[in-house]
């Protein structure tokens, strides 16, 4: 099993900034893959960065320039620093952790991880 903790979520206007956190316990050297995804009112949950145990990261392309996900692997810790805020940004947060790598164009798929966490609520306003 693995237990994954999401903070770091708020309230922002419109252009600010704000950097999430996911930490990581239990069975944490099982994963291949841990992303970030996120999911707003009425919307399904979307994939919006991912990293895997080469470092290699994909993003959405609503976030690419905006958001960047980085991994600190001794302190079992995701990152999700968010630029350029807008309100379309708003959503639930929530990290997940795959067993598997998933093949390239899966990475962002939610269905592709096996653990998730609670979320954290990101609000942006205009």
């Known amino acids: 099993q693995v237990q994954l903790v999401e903070s770091g979520g708020g309230s922002v206007q419109s252009g600010g900034s704000l950097r999430l956190s996911c930490k990581a316990s239990?069975?944490?050297?099982?994963?291949?893959?841990i992303a970030w995804f996120r999911q707003a009112p009425g919307k399904e949950r979307e994939g919006v960065a991912s990293?895997?145990?080469?470092?290699?990261?994909t993003y959405a392309d609503s976030v690419k320039g905006r958001f960047t996900i980085t991994l600190d692997s001794a302190r079992n810790t995701l990152y999700l620093q968010m630029n350029s805020l807008k309100p379309e940004d708003t959503a639930i947060y929530y990290c997940?952790?795959?067993?598997?790598?998933?093949?390239?164009?899966?990475?962002?798929?939610?269905?592709?991880?096996?653990?998730w966490g609670q979320g954290t609520q990101v609000t942006v306003s205009s």
């Open positions: 990293i895997d145990i080469s470092d290699s990261t």
């Open positions: 239990g069975y944490t050297y099982n994963t291949r893959c």
């Open positions: 997940a952790a795959a067993l598997a790598r998933p093949a390239g164009s899966y990475r962002l798929v939610p269905s592709k991880y096996n653990y």
